[in-house]
């Protein structure tokens, strides 16, 4: 699977939409663009995966560019409980019985 | 979806012992995966539990200090052995199913 890069930590004010970056240069074309946030002491949680559409659902849109270098996280309004670490996964899709692999991801603070 | 319980949830552990935790999932996979999260890390894998045959295991992780069982498609054990202090992490127990990765809960440990 593609390796990710992303920064080690944002921060965002309530209310306002919190952007998550991520690249991921060496992504192949059966690969997917996963996302998964950890809240402090849970186990992660999955946001939002996507192949080259942008996708949206109700917690959050998936922007990914035309040649799928990299890909954005968005979270429109953000509140104080979507202080998390944030995880972008690249990987083959299905149920193939793959795991998926962590790297550090963003740790985001939104600020009252 | 996959919904994954585990027991303990939490536990404090005299070093030299050993503690079996258990991975319950609601419905049944092929494949079951253990991760430990070290203090203020990301995920690591440690091994991948199949029903059947013996678990498969990640560098720098081996079958004498973390057995593990799979006596069917919908349970799961991993045990520490011969705890040390450098044990203490959360322990979580995952499946893919249907393209996503589900997490339990986690088990938090800690070596004394």
């Known amino acids: 699977d593609a390796k990710t890069t992303q920064p080690t930590s944002m921060d965002c004010a309530e209310g306002r939409a919190a952007n998550l970056p991520c690249n991921h240069s060496t992504i192949s074309g059966n690969e997917y663009v996963y996302w998964y946030r950890q809240i402090h002491s849970q186990g992660p949680q999955y946001i939002i995966h996507g192949l080259k559409n942008n996708e949206t659902n109700e917690m959050a849109s998936l922007i990914i560019t035309e040649d799928r270098k990299s890909s954005t996280l968005i979270l429109p309004h953000a509140t104080l409980r979507d202080t998390a670490v944030y995880y972008c996964i690249v990987r083959v899709g299905g149920d193939y019985g793959q795991n998926f692999v962590f790297g550090p991801g963003t740790r985001l603070s939104v600020l009252p | 979806s996959a919904v994954i319980s585990q027991k303990p949830s939490r536990d404090i552990c005299q070093r030299g012992t050993s503690l079996t935790i258990q991975c319950q999932v609601d419905?049944?996979?092929?494949?079951m995966f253990w991760y430990r999260q070290q203090p203020g890390q990301s995920l690591t894998l440690i091994a991948t539990?199949?029903?059947?045959?013996?678990?498969?295991?990640e560098s720098g992780f081996v079958i004498d200090k973390f057995p593990i069982s799979r006596p069917n498609l919908t349970f799961s054990t991993l045990t520490v052995s011969n705890m040390s202090p450098e044990d203490s992490s959360i322990y979580l127990c995952?499946?893919?199913?249907?393209?996503?990765?589900?997490f339990g809960p986690g088990t938090r440990l800690t070596v004394t």
């Open positions: 419905s049944q996979v092929t494949m």
């Open positions: 539990a199949n029903q059947g045959s013996e678990a498969t295991y």
């Open positions: 995952s499946v893919v199913k249907l393209s996503e990765q589900y």
